[in-house]
């Protein structure tokens, strides 16, 4: 399915995109480097105070991330400690919250009982309960009137600034940069008082930081500066993306740093006589540092937090199966029918079931960019994009290239068409002469469209199909141009970024995709499925959208791969390499449509001989999505046994709904990331909660697989998860609020009312079932891999910026179940340390304490 109509609204028109241009050499003002901070003590400061503001992305490629990953260094519960002094949000859920989860059973009574009492707790849980409720009603988050003022005229000029194409009056001089456009303005709002020209002003950023915080000891600096960041960490999070983005054309033509940021900021403190420190009772950055965390007392809602965590932590182990130690033993008589690839998204898991439930399918998890790191530009798109998780860096740039002539050219009469129409309306309505007469002559025909879209969105959804069933989609006439040999030059002006990619390379991509899934045997059709959602009026779309292709739909990727996989060169080197691909295998894409379940498959690669093949499985798959649909729509709404035909108009009409405010879940809740197997869970039912990836041990004797989906799929999951707590025990700090009060703004973000902070993460309506009732549970990270318990071990040796992740708390949990000990369960305990399931039974009662380390298993 295509990108939904709000997408192409928040994305820049081709005549508004700035071009890359050289700047004027702003030496004092770049971006914060290392090398800068060795030289310069403004930039070491600015560098120090950035690092607990977490970075934001914009809308149009909305990047779900741990809004406290500037503070994934220290424990959890210190974290938000200091988070909760620095931005006013809390970081643990309402004690209401833990009530109803107790109530529901979702706290198991047994635990939570022996979470006190290995805390030396002996209150009952009512009692702590009300203390929690007494703690939290005496949370104190009044700002000054000054610093409110402050926030207000800043944010205001920030989106004047950051505008991304949308206002017709744009701000002037922004090719100087923020700080000497902003200089330029001042003395012209009425707001910022004492300046009536340009040369009331310090010069230069630097100059500017230098008046204000030179009265001020220079060890003081760096609190200072974070106070301030802090004090707008959406704005400040979008200014930090937005410099570390070399590619974004609007930071090459309009630069702001953070430097300028703060500049800024503190001329308008000093002019306005709002505090230039923090309180006393704010923390900085280093506070707590030094703590013995042994002797630390856990908080009581990190307590209850521990217990809800590890009551889901049992029901899920619970569900795998314990009889599965080598995958190669399962029952697999015969040939799958075929095998399909989803990304690990939670939303897969559901489709996925039902899927299998058709006939002999086998599916697979795998992250969603299929493991091809590349900067994307589809067929008549008005800017590349980095298809791959920001913690991957792009090596190379994938065009589409169109194949079919004529379907081209019938593709470009109806896109010019539907363009030139836009613009022609845009320009009437801007159009200050022609907007009453504009109204005026066409006000009917837009009333009698809103009306229909509002009143029958259903029949709005089904023209829209027939219009995109006349409209070739880009992979009808289009083919990834993947080869050194598809271009005349094979870099690119665009940091000379490769274009296409090598044999060796291609060989590579498919070798480790196979090797991570443990892959040793191939039907006649190979699916690699990316997903993308589909909704109307929505700023939120790409945030449902494929987060391991940086919110964007992963069909582009699924057909990277699968073109690749189809080259008889790769499948000649990758079978000297030991993957038997029979000659009879074709490998196709498609794209899981997350919002109506609906699968699109881009058969174009299809031969004849399998066509048979191919329509038994696109009838399956409608079987599946009515199925999925179904499960769906139950879990939005208090309905039992939703009828799946009904069930798929229904999703349809949502998808198509302009006033829908909650379209599909998302990854709402995502409580746990399970590696392993197909085996250990197809029988069981995860209620889209887990992230699946396959993994078989027996493939990977040194570890190389599991290392690499540790320290990628891993970590980002971990941002997920964290994004989803956050954006639910906190929604107005860490989330968005309510989509009806937003607007959105520049085309960067959202902002509650008209204007202030952008907003950071999700809206309540991706979390809610309603004002008082929670869909997601806001639980951290349980992870679960099946694999020898040294392998394990060896790897969190090797990579102290995944261990820290556990030892700090921000994984809940991390269980090993290892084959090679008759799938015994390990549960890691910090420090390299685990206990096993058993003697964690034998210990509970009273027969034996203590840790143990894994190499003392026998």
Avoid at 52 to 79: I, Q
Avoid at 274 to 289: K, L, M
Avoid at 590 to 610: C, K, M, Q, R
Avoid at 613 to 633: H, N, P, S, V, Y
């Amino acid at each position: 399915m295509s990108k939904p109509t709000a997408q192409s609204e928040l994305e820049p028109e081709a005549e508004q995109t700035p071009q890359q241009s050289q700047q004027p050499d702003q030496a004092a003002d770049r971006p914060e480097t290392g090398t800068d901070a060795d030289r310069d003590p403004l930039a070491a400061t600015i560098e120090r105070a950035a690092e607990r503001v977490g970075s934001v992305w914009p809308l149009y490629s909305f990047v779900t991330a741990n809004p406290l990953s500037g503070f994934e260094d220290r424990p959890f519960h210190r974290a938000v400690d200091e988070a909760e002094s620095l931005f006013g949000g809390r970081g643990y859920p309402h004690p209401d919250v833990f009530r109803k989860a107790r109530e529901r059973g979702q706290i198991d009574s047994d635990v939570l009982e022996d979470e006190l009492e290995a805390r030396g707790i002996d209150r009952d849980p009512e009692t702590l309960l009300e203390e929690m409720a007494e703690a939290d009603a005496a949370r104190d988050a009044d700002a000054d009137d000054a610093t409110e003022t402050v926030d207000r005229v800043l944010s205001k000029w920030l989106a004047a600034f950051l505008d991304e194409g949308q206002a017709k009056w744009p701000m002037p001089n922004r090719e100087e940069g923020f700080y000497a456009a902003w200089r330029s303005v001042a003395p012209y709002d009425g707001d910022v008082p004492g300046c009536d020209d340009p040369g009331d002003l310090p010069e230069t950023a630097t100059e500017a930081l230098e008046s204000v915080l030179g009265d001020y000891p220079e060890d003081r600096w760096t609190d200072i500066a974070e106070h301030h960041f802090a004090a707008l960490p959406g704005w400040t999070g979008f200014i930090k993306q937005r410099v570390d983005d070399e590619t974004d054309p609007w930071q090459a033509e309009y630069p702001i740093t953070l430097r300028d940021y703060l500049a800024v900021r503190l001329t308008l403190a000093d002019l306005l006589d709002a505090p230039i420190e923090p309180a006393n009772d704010e923390r900085g950055a280093d506070a707590g540092d030094g703590a013995d965390d042994s002797e630390e007392v856990l908080p009581i809602p990190e307590i209850w937090l521990t217990a809800w965590e590890k009551s889901y932590r049992e029901r899920l182990l619970e569900q795998i199966d314990g009889s599965v130690t080598d995958p190669a033993d399962a029952d697999k008589s015969s040939r799958p029918a075929a095998q399909l690839v989803f990304c690990i998204d939670t939303r897969s898991e559901i489709i996925r079931r039902h899927i299998e439930d058709q006939g002999s399918y086998e599916t697979h998890g795998y992250a969603g960019f299929f493991g091809v790191p590349m900067r994307y530009r589809g067929y008549d798109a008005k800017a590349d994009v980095d298809a791959c998780p920001p913690i991957v860096d792009a090596e190379h740039r994938v065009v589409d290239r169109p194949d079919d002539p004529e379907t081209t050219a019938k593709r470009d009469r109806w896109k010019g068409l539907a363009t030139a129409t836009r613009k022609h309306f845009k320009r009437l309505k801007a159009n200050a002469v022609a907007a009453f007469p504009f109204v005026e002559g066409g006000g009917a025909a837009y009333g009698s469209a809103m009306a229909a879209r509002t009143l029958a969105p259903s029949a709005i959804a089904s023209l829209e199909s027939a219009v995109a069933d006349r409209v070739p989609s880009r992979h009808e006439f289009c083919s990834p141009a993947i080869d050194y040999d598809d271009h005349d030059d094979h870099s690119h002006a665009d940091h000379d970024l490769p274009q296409g990619m090598s044999l060796e390379q291609k060989v590579g991509y498919a070798e480790n995709a196979f090797a991570l899934m443990g892959w040793t045997e191939f039907a006649r059709l190979v699916v690699f499925a990316g997903h993308a959602s589909e909704t109307t009026n929505n700023p939120f779309d790409s945030s449902l959208d494929c987060g391991a292709c940086a919110g964007n739909p992963g069909g582009p990727n699924a057909r990277v791969l699968a073109t690749i996989c189809n080259d008889p060169d790769v499948q000649a080197e990758l079978r000297e390499r030991g993957f038997h691909i029979p000659d009879d295998t074709v490998f196709l894409a498609g794209e899981h449509n997350t919002t109506t379940d609906e699968i699109t498959l881009f058969d174009g690669a299809v031969p004849e001989s399998h066509r048979e093949d191919l329509e038994q499985l696109r009838a399956d798959l409608e079987r599946a999505q009515a199925g999925a649909a179904a499960e769906r729509l139950e879990s939005m709404t208090d309905e039992t046994d939703v009828d799946p035909e009904e069930a798929v108009a229904e999703v349809e009409r949502k998808a198509a709904d302009w006033a829908e405010t909650r379209p599909e879940w998302g990854l709402a809740g995502n409580a746990s990331f399970v590696i392993g197997p197909r085996e250990l869970t197809d029988d069981e039912n995860l209620d889209g909660r887990a992230f699946l990836h396959s993994y078989d041990w027996t493939t990977d004797p040194e570890g190389d697989a599991l290392e690499a989906i540790m320290t990628g799929p891993l970590v980002v999951t971990q941002w997920i998860n964290n994004q989803y707590y956050f954006a639910t025990v906190d929604n107005g700090v860490y989330g968005s609020g309510s989509k009806v009060t937003q607007n959105a703004l520049g085309n960067v973000g959202v902002v509650q009312g008209n204007g202030g902070d952008l907003m950071t993460g999700l809206p309540l309506q991706s979390l809610q079932l309603s004002d008082d009732e929670s869909y997601h549970q806001p639980l951290r990270l349980t992870a679960v891999i099946h694999a020898p318990v040294e392998r394990v071990t060896d790897i969190l040796q090797r990579h102290d910026e995944v261990a820290e992740l556990l030892d700090n708390g921000w994984i809940a949990d991390l269980t090993v179940v290892d084959p090679e000990q008759d799938n015994e369960a390990f549960h890691y305990q910090g420090t390299l340390e685990w206990t096993s399931q058993s003697q964690a039974a034998t210990a509970a009662r009273g027969q034996e304490q203590g840790q143990i380390s894994p190499t003392a298993q026998d």
